[in-house]
């Protein structure tokens, strides 16, 4: 019998201080993540009417799960007469997607009629993009089975620098026309999704534990599928546990949302396991999607 958090139609809303963000993530159902006050989604393996509106889309990898309503997003868009939404994707699949969106032209019977691709925006680790002129995302290498990136988007702000401070507006506007640089660039991290991926990840990207939201994969939790966890490229509870203990001062995030729980768990499974194996000094910042 289906649990009742199996529905990808039946969202979770997690309300944070700058974005509330609609989400579902159950390992081989669907993933998304959409983010309405940033303009943009995070993965698209379900397409609720919501995400129809947001014109950027972060894709983490290929698995079906997470990327098979892309183009039913790009279709709907086009059906309300909406500009083309971006989607950014890893550089490895471009040549996947190109071919995928032309396979459903053709199986759409759509004839003669005027064909385009898709807005893909490939992107490799170290790319950013700006989705506004505050509002900055950049690309980070994930270690999974298929090619995958992960995503920070950062509030990027101008601060004085302090020998400039007390300044009068009309004294740096004469300083900007003599090309006298009196600003700094600061990027503070709002928001880091990861899709699927082995706990190496937050190993190798230690910054990921600086963002002020982290989405976190943690697909297994048994004992008896630590071998499975490896294998498929996910993480285990026990993963994360002996990553805590390695580098307890990382993971700094005020707000951690664990997801991607395997679909063979019941709600109340995912909860009392969680509970009654996590530190309860992290678990309190952690917001359980089911």
Not at 3 to 21: A, E, M, Y
Not at 231 to 236: A, D, P, Q, V
Request: contains cysteine; glycine residues 6%; aromatic residues 8%.
């Amino acid at each position: 019998m289906a649990q009742s958090h199996h529905n990808p139609g039946n969202p979770v809303q997690l309300t944070f201080p700058r974005v509330t963000l609609t989400a579902f993530s159950i390992s081989a159902l669907a993933t998304y993540v959409l983010a309405p006050e940033f303009n943009c989604a995070f993965d698209m393996g379900e397409c609720p009417i919501e995400a129809v509106p947001l014109s950027q889309v972060f894709l983490s990898h290929a698995h079906g799960d997470h990327s098979r309503c892309l183009l039913r997003h790009e279709s709907l868009r086009r059906l309300m007469g909406m500009e083309p939404a971006t989607y950014y994707i890893p550089e490895e699949t471009l040549e996947g997607f190109e071919g995928l969106s032309r396979a459903w032209h053709k199986l759409e019977n759509a004839g003669s009629r005027n064909f385009d691709l898709p807005r893909y925006h490939p992107l490799k680790p170290g790319d950013e993009v700006w989705l506004h002129r505050q509002l900055m995302a950049r690309a980070f290498r994930v270690d999974h089975s298929l090619p995958s990136l992960g995503y920070t988007l950062f509030d990027v702000r101008k601060k004085l620098l302090p020998e400039f401070q007390g300044r009068s507006g009309r004294e740096l506007g004469d300083l900007r026309r003599q090309g006298v640089t009196f600003e700094q660039e600061i990027q503070l991290p709002l928001l880091t999704f990861i899709g699927d991926s082995t706990i190496r990840t937050l190993y190798q990207e230690k910054s990921i534990g600086e963002s002020e939201i982290l989405l976190l994969e943690l697909t297994y939790l048994l004992e008896d599928e630590k071998e499975m966890a490896g294998r498929r490229g996910h993480t285990h509870l026990d993963d994360l546990l002996q990553f805590l203990r390695d580098c307890p001062d990382t993971l700094n995030n005020q707000h951690i949302v664990l997801k991607h729980f395997s679909m063979r768990y019941d709600r109340r499974t995912i909860i009392q396991t969680l509970r009654s194996r996590l530190p309860a000094d992290f678990l309190e910042r952690c917001h359980i999607l089911v």
